[in-house]
């Protein structure tokens, strides 16, 4: 499994843009690049998935640089519901078999 | 809509106990399976199913077994159960393994004497 690394923590305000930087150097050619976040004592849920070019979907976007090494999650605009723990996992298998890292804790102040 | 039902919601078991934790999606997904989540870490996985009457093992699959006999179900059993078990037990299931977009339960919170 290709290594993440991502920031323990990170805070925003609420209605502001929030980029949450993934880095993944070991990524295979074949991995994508998945998003999930767990809130408080809830189980995780899909964010969004990539694998090479930009993704957007409801909930967020998803920049992937050129090289796969990198990635951000983007929240356009920041609710307190959105205060959660972000997983980025690049998987190549199947999607049963994603392995969750730490993640990054974002708070959103009001 | 029900999605993934998980239970129980709480358990309190003695060292050495057996239960059965129960999983169940009505979704009609081929994959499932079963991570635990320790107090201030990420997921790992334990067991994992690819369709009825197919398993395989996790990153942690030690004290745990599983079986499914159906699409709809997945049941994870602690043979005999050890404080080292203590966790919350998180079922999940999804419909197409590539790139797959995991569906998770409330999960189980288990606490073990």
């Known amino acids: 499994d290709a290594k993440t690394t991502q920031p323990n923590s990170m805070e925003s305000n609420e209605e502001e843009p929030v980029h949450l930087p993934c880095n993944h150097s070991t990524i295979s050619g074949t991995d994508y690049i998945h998003w999930y976040r767990q809130l408080p004592s809830q189980g995780p849920e899909y964010v969004i998935h990539?694998?090479?070019s930009n993704v957007n979907n409801r909930m967020a976007s998803l920049a992937i640089a050129e090289d796969r090494k990198s990635s951000t999650l983007i929240l356009h605009r920041a609710t307190l519901r959105d205060a959660a723990v972000y997983y980025c996992i690049p998987a190549g298998t199947s999607g049963s078999r994603l392995t969750f890292g730490e993640g990054t804790q974002l708070t959103v102040n009001p | 809509n029900a999605g993934v039902t998980q239970t129980p919601k709480f358990q309190v078991l003695k060292t050495g106990q057996s239960m059965t934790l129960q999983c169940a999606q009505d979704?009609?997904?081929?994959?499932m399976s079963w991570y635990r989540q320790d107090p201030g870490m990420g997921l790992r996985l334990i067991h994992y199913?690819?369709?009825?009457?197919?398993?395989d093992q996790g990153e942690v699959p030690n004290g745990y077994n599983v079986s499914r006999s159906t699409t709809e179900d997945f049941p994870l059993r602690l043979l005999s159960a050890a404080p080292s078990q203590t966790s919350v037990y998180f079922c999940a299931s999804s419909y197409d393994p590539w790139p797959g977009e995991l569906f998770f339960g409330e999960g189980s919170r288990l606490t073990v004497l």
């Open positions: 990539g694998l090479t």
């Open positions: 199913s690819v369709g009825a009457g197919i398993t």
């Open positions: 979704m009609n997904h081929e994959y």
